[in-house]
């Protein structure tokens, strides 16, 4: 059991900690401004649910664990495919998406990192392809394609490296458990420091046409203190401080990636948020957006560095 590790439990411990401040100092603003905070109350008991969720799934049983990755993948692409334009014709194409998440993370369970690093970007492509021309439809076809491919890439692909990274072989005394509590602890963080450093000190829109919150102050704050963060936390990794430095850099810059390219996508549908699902938050699409980037990344370091 991977929660018994002191440095996940006190970690764990410190995560709570903070949830429970926030919700102390949340309670004395409502009483000294006399106004409801329920964004920021649903906000913090999401959050509290989240992590107990991930705590549970991925600290007691490795099994469960990846299996609890695979379901947050299948989520994200059904909440994807649900905010994109498509026909009825196309359901036989995206089936084969949601199929691919079962051999993606088995090959990510397994640690068979040839065919992990290959099903998705070269069989699924050549066999979506290949499918479509089976079914004789030449109108929509390059649109079609590319949606499943693109989306099966980002949601299932990208994400998929978190469950690898969790299985990883210990290296001494760090297991993928300790890894991949450091990579989504700082992508989380990074997060809210880029929405805390933009509300503070943001005056320089960085994409206006895309996330026109986003400021240049946001995001220099958020990958100074992040990377910091980087360093308190690498008691969880086997990094120097060196290495941890850069896996700070990695984390708080492709975190802002991810998020601008999935707000790309609700932006060109239309939409603000990807669903409901996640009080406070919107949706899965909405909480996963900068671990699409950050996941694949921070396994590759890691993969580079120490395998």
Request: include cysteine; hydrophobic fraction near 50%; charged fraction near 10%.
């Given at each position: 059991m991977n929660i018994l590790n002191p440095?996940?439990?006190?970690?764990?411990?410190?995560?709570?900690?903070?949830?429970?401040?926030s919700f102390i100092v949340t309670k004395i603003l409502e009483y000294k401004t006399k106004t409801k905070k329920q964004e920021l109350n649903d906000r913090i008991i999401s959050w509290l649910w989240m992590i107990s969720i991930f705590v549970l799934a991925m600290f007691l049983n490795n099994t469960l664990g990846v299996v609890f990755l695979a379901f947050v993948s299948y989520l994200a692409f059904k909440e994807?495919?649900?905010?994109?334009?498509?026909?009825?014709?196309?359901?036989r194409i995206i089936f084969y998406?949601?199929?691919?998440?079962?051999?993606?993370?088995?090959?990510?369970y397994t640690q068979w990192?040839?065919?992990?690093?290959?099903?998705?970007?070269?069989?699924?492509?050549?066999?979506?392809?290949?499918?479509?021309?089976?079914?004789?439809?030449?109108?929509?076809?390059?649109?079609?394609?590319s949606k499943v491919n693109w989306g099966a890439m980002l949601f299932i692909f990208a994400i998929s490296h978190s469950a690898y990274l969790f299985m990883l072989k210990p290296i001494g005394d760090i297991n993928g458990a300790m890894l991949l509590l450091y990579l989504f602890l700082l992508t989380e963080l990074n997060d809210v420091l880029q929405f805390?450093?933009?509300?503070?000190?943001?005056?320089?829109?960085?994409?206006?046409?895309?996330?026109?919150?986003?400021?240049?102050?946001?995001?220099?704050?958020?990958?100074?203190?992040?990377?910091?963060?980087?360093?308190?936390?690498?008691y969880l990794t086997p990094f120097s401080i060196i290495q941890a430095i850069g896996a700070g850099l990695i984390i708080s810059l492709s975190g802002f990636i991810g998020d601008v390219v999935v707000s790309m996508i609700k932006r060109d549908v239309g939409v603000k948020d990807a669903s409901n699902f996640i009080a406070g938050h919107g949706g899965v699409i909405d909480r996963v957006d900068s671990l699409t980037y950050t996941a694949p990344l921070f396994f590759h370091y890691i993969y580079y560095i120490f395998y």
């Open positions: 440095n996940i439990y006190n970690t764990v411990i410190a995560i709570y900690a903070i949830l429970a401040i994807y495919i649900s905010i994109i334009p498509t026909r009825l014709a196309d359901r998406g949601y199929l691919s998440i079962i051999p993606q993370y088995y090959f990510a990192y040839a065919m992990f690093i290959i099903t998705i970007p070269v069989y699924l492509f050549l066999f979506l392809s290949f499918r479509q021309m089976m079914i004789g439809q030449t109108e929509g076809f390059i649109d079609n394609t805390v450093c933009g509300k503070t000190f943001g005056k320089t829109p960085i994409v206006p046409k895309v996330s026109p919150k986003k400021t240049v102050e946001g995001l220099v704050g958020a990958v100074i203190i992040t990377t910091t963060l980087a360093v308190l936390f690498s």
